[in-house]
């Protein structure tokens, strides 16, 4: 019975991680670079989204949209006045790295402004957990799972089966060749940042209403990372695999040894895997640029 409380409660968390994950892997897998600004992004949709729902008395829609909309907004603001000049100008790789650093800090900088070192906490939006053959469901976990594993399969439908989604797989697999056949990429990479943003948006808000929201919640990326690096960076569904066997083992270590000790473990797995299966369990050999 206490396993299948890890498992539910690890496959909520897993939810979250997969959207962070999948937005982390959606950039390196177009530009082939890791986007360092995702988890300040994140932090500033979360808390975007709490002033909507503290101040107005909206509901948990209205706030979960503000928190996407401003995820998408600021993150094409970022392709627009980093990345893109960087890609025109085909400068040194360091200069993606460095890009990223600078506008994670710049939307940290703007979060810590706005509300200081204080932690805040989202306005109750559910009511009591299930209770179901002796197991706990929480409502917010439900809810959350729910609405992360729509996303999810939104996306998935739209790079399958769409002209965008082609489109964006032609991009990520060869940028120059894509243009020579008349595929606008710099639209493509826009749409692959209002994308990854809007997803960092859900995963913020939601870990703000599951979770206590604080200015350096974006560390939480990390984890993102880790996901991305099990289930394979580049490649989307390894991701989402990755993220949700991160959440059940990150459950499971904490109800057992403790919130202290787990985060090493997850870190020791994520070495192993780099160590037996670098291109973790669904990706492929990709070297990446920053």
Known sequence: MQILQYLINGIALGSVYALI???????????????????????????????????????????????????????????????????THNTSPVYFFVSSITLGTLYEGIVVLKVGANFYNYPRFFGKPYRIAGLFVARSDIIIFCISAAALLLLAYMIRKTKTGRALRS????????????????????????????????????????????????????????????GGLGSLPGAIIGAMLLGILETTLISIIGSGYAPVFTFVIMLVFLLVRPRGIAGSNIQEKA
């Open 21 to 87: 994950a999948t937005g982390f892997s959606l950039i390196f897998n177009v530009l082939k670079f890791s986007n360092f600004s995702h988890g300040a992004l994140m932090t500033l949709s979360a808390f975007s989204g709490y002033f909507i729902a503290a101040g107005n008395g909206w509901g948990l829609v209205p706030t979960i949209l503000v928190s996407v909309l401003t995820g998408a907004a600021v993150s094409l603001f970022g392709e627009f006045v980093a990345f893109r000049r960087i890609l």
């Open 171 to 230: 991009v990520s697999f060869d940028r120059d060749t894509a243009s020579l056949m008349g595929i606008n990429v710099t639209r493509t990479i826009q749409f692959a940042f209002i994308v990854s943003g809007a997803l960092a948006g859900l995963a913020g808000v939601f870990l703000g209403i599951n979770y206590t929201l604080y200015p350096t919640m974006g560390s939480i990326v990390v984890k993102g990372f880790i996901a991305s690096v099990i």
